[in-house]
């Protein structure tokens, strides 16, 4: 029997953000499949088991959890290790369907932004036989961080680059850019570059009810954010963050 993976968009985690297609795409599934990232990230895979828990209706939906493979970081070719672990990832799916008598529908939660920085569905491309794809939307964190914030993204008509934090300590303020929105920050990129004429708006967790908000200009709030973001952290034992800067 072929296989119906459904990647299932749940935005940051909060049960609330679900959309209704979302919702009922979970209540198709034979078996949902729920990651762990190992210890001090128990949170990430207790959130899912919530979202399953208030939102599942459907008795024969079974949630089968799997180890998530560790990112082998002592190779130096980047795009190596990220190849060879996206491969280890879609193994693991394999053989954790196998084991659980999957049946022809699986699922995963997708968290986060999986139309700009997840990798899902490239590891979904290397099952073998491939299965049949179907793709929830779900709210990205720029919308949550915008909402959060109670701003816009982009000025009118005016176009705005996401980047990543690694490029934009690397490469500095993407040219031709006066809004730059920074995902996947490793921590204060945003310490880099010039912060004169900079206006920040950073968000961590946002959506969910343990958000932290800050807002102002960089250069007066940038230690501010470097602490907060260092608290959450030590209190979580992971953090998601996500912050807009403007040309003001």
């Not at 799916?93 to 049946?103: E, I, K, M, P, S």
């Not at 997840?118 to 049949?132: F, W």
């Not at 709210?139 to 915008?146: P, Q």
């Not at 708006?201 to 969910?208: K, L, R, S």
Request: aromatic share 6%; glycine share 8%; hydrophobic share 45%.
């Amino acid at each position: 029997m072929s296989l119906h993976l459904t990647l299932i968009g749940i935005g940051t985690g909060n049960p609330e953000h679900l959309t209704l297609q979302a919702i009922r795409a979970m209540n198709r599934q034979d078996l949902i499949l729920i990651p762990r990232k190992g210890a001090g990230k128990d949170d990430l895979a207790g959130l899912r088991r919530d979202i399953c828990n208030e939102l599942l209706t459907n008795d024969r939906t079974r949630i089968a959890e799997f180890d998530l493979p560790v990112r082998d970081e002592t190779t130096l070719d980047y795009r190596k290790q990220v190849d060879d672990w996206h491969d280890a990832i879609a193994a693991v799916w394999q053989a954790t369907v196998l084991a659980h008598g999957g049946g022809n529908r699986v699922a995963l939660l997708v968290w986060g932004d999986p139309s700009l920085y997840d990798s899902t569905l490239r590891i979904a491309a290397r099952l073998d036989p491939a299965p049949e794809i179907e793709v929830i939307p779900g709210i990205t964190s720029i919308h949550a961080l915008t909402a959060a914030h109670a701003t816009v993204l982009n000025e009118i008509g005016a176009p705005f680059t996401v980047t990543t934090g690694r490029r934009l300590r690397d490469e500095g303020w993407p040219q031709g850019a006066d809004t730059v929105v920074v995902m996947l920050d490793a921590g204060g990129a945003f310490r880099e570059i010039d912060s004169d004429g900079l206006h920040i708006w950073w968000g961590a967790y946002v959506g969910m009810k343990e958000q932290i908000i800050v807002e102002g200009p960089l250069a007066e709030v940038a230690e501010r954010i470097m602490q907060e973001r260092t608290q959450a952290r030590a209190r979580h034992g992971w953090i998601m963050d996500i912050y807009m800067l403007k040309r003001v």
